[in-house]
């Protein structure tokens, strides 16, 4: 059974930081990419971030580009969301997501399996 385990999430004022982290079990997941969603409160789920099974190749949002970056710990299945400068918008349920390499990663409803998500709340 595939479990996706986010943590890191919290309440933390603007212009502050945190790391998300979202540690994969349950199966082999060579092949497949890992990224971040979220969803505010009676907004839809947006894509964040994702990055490729390597690692090597990286994908943003226009509105964390130089904010946030995502990367990923092959040996523990383990992908991380460093997130930097956060606004009082950034509020939101963060989302781990995996999907195979080929999907379109911007597209939530191509991802295979999803985290619980956790809480981020940014103060003004």
């Known amino acids: 059974q595939v479990q996706l385990v986010e943590s890191g999430g919290g309440l933390v004022q603007a212009g502050g930081s945190l790391r998300l982290s979202c540690a994969a079990s349950g199966r082999t997941f060579s092949s497949y990419a890992m990224a971040w969603f979220r969803q505010a409160a009676g907004k839809e789920r947006e894509f964040v971030a994702a990055?490729?099974?390597?690692?090597?190749?990286?994908l943003y949002a226009d509105s964390v580009k130089g904010r946030f970056t995502i990367s990923k710990d092959k040996a523990k299945n383990t992908a991380y969301l460093q997130m930097s400068s956060l606004k009082p918008e950034y509020t939101a349920v963060y989302y781990c997501?995996?999907?195979?390499?080929?999907?379109?990663?911007?597209?939530?409803?191509?991802?295979?399996?999803w985290g619980q998500g956790t809480q981020v709340t940014v103060s003004s």
């Open positions: 997501a995996v999907g195979r390499y080929d999907i379109n990663y911007r597209t939530h409803n191509e991802y295979d399996y």
């Open positions: 990055v490729s099974w390597s690692g090597g190749s990286t």
